[in-house]
């Protein structure tokens, strides 16, 4: 089963094809997977390194939120997984698999918000205690109000006694919680301002890090289009702004050539002729914005 399984695979992964890991010998038609990568080929190692320092030295007492823009194609989520991978489990906690876009329903994204994070952490609350929070906050935000008055309008405390737990945790086991939100700007208006808003009170939690990364061209857009708000709502939600850099031309031009060239010589071409297509390839590379164009 193993040897079929591995002759009929021609999907590959693009650091496969980079460092000649593809043997090809039935000259099949090489294919590349589209996937979530955590390796970085393109020398970004400051924008990482950035990101990295930024959660790793940040001794935040109360909420601290960093954004991490770019345009797409860019490597934002590579960069992330990155710095996911880099970051110590002994220090922090981190929630990843929270995907803002897949939820249309206000009532099902916050509680799924709220369990990731108690899932990941690990605490078991009373289940009345939860229902009611639940309730609390989802007739909160069915009704529309705002978010900024909830200590006025929760008598019984339920959210402040909740976030005083996770609080309290946190603090005698001396850890943090780093919460990434991945593509912000692919969900609809009305859940980013929920989730802004949401982020900045109900889930106003000390030794929290939130991560928001997300496309700035595109959510300046929803701002003025689909919103109508001034966009300097989102410049004071963020404290630290991190934007990832333009991808180096060369850096994309020797990436490309040598995978092309690793394409050529597993169809077949002789690696010594293979300087006989660098016209050719150039000439193609100039086409690339970025390696998800590169794969497509």
Do not use: H
């Amino acid at each position: 089963r193993r040897k079929t399984n591995e002759k009929n695979i021609n999907v590959y992964d693009i650091k496969q094809l980079y460092n000649g890991e593809i043997k090809n010998k039935e000259r099949d038609l090489i294919f590349l997977e589209e996937k979530d990568v955590d390796y970085d080929l393109l020398n970004r190692s400051k924008i990482i390194n950035e990101l990295y320092n930024s959660i790793n030295l940040c001794k935040n007492e109360k909420r601290f939120i960093i954004s991490l823009t770019g345009n797409w194609g860019s490597g934002k989520t590579t960069i992330l997984n990155i710095v996911k991978n880099k970051l110590s489990r002994d220090k922090f906690i981190i929630v990843d698999k929270f995907d803002a876009w897949k939820y249309n329903n206000e009532e099902y994204l916050f509680y799924s918000m709220f369990d990731e994070i108690i899932k990941k952490i690990g605490i078991d609350f009373n289940s009345l205690e939860l229902r009611k929070f639940f309730n609390l906050c989802n007739n909160m935000i069915s009704s529309q109000i705002d978010l900024k008055f909830i200590d006025t309008i929760l008598d019984e405390k339920v959210v402040e006694n909740i976030k005083q737990t996770i609080n309290n945790y946190l603090s005698i086991n001396d850890k943090r919680v780093v919460f990434i939100i991945d593509n912000l700007q692919r969900t609809n208006e009305k859940n980013i301002i929920l989730i802004l808003k949401t982020i900045a009170t109900i889930l106003d939690i000390n030794r929290f890090i939130y991560v928001l990364s997300y496309d700035e061209k595109e959510m300046k857009d929803i701002f003025k289009n689909k919103l109508g708000i001034n966009y300097d709502y989102m410049e004071k939600v963020v404290q630290l702004p991190l934007k990832v850099p333009a991808i180096d031309k060369n850096d994309i031009d020797r990436v490309c050539t040598k995978c092309i060239s690793n394409i050529l010589i597993n169809y077949g071409i002789e690696e010594e002729r293979i300087k006989e297509y660098i016209p050719a390839i150039k000439l193609f590379n100039k086409k690339i914005k970025d390696l998800r164009s590169f794969k497509r």
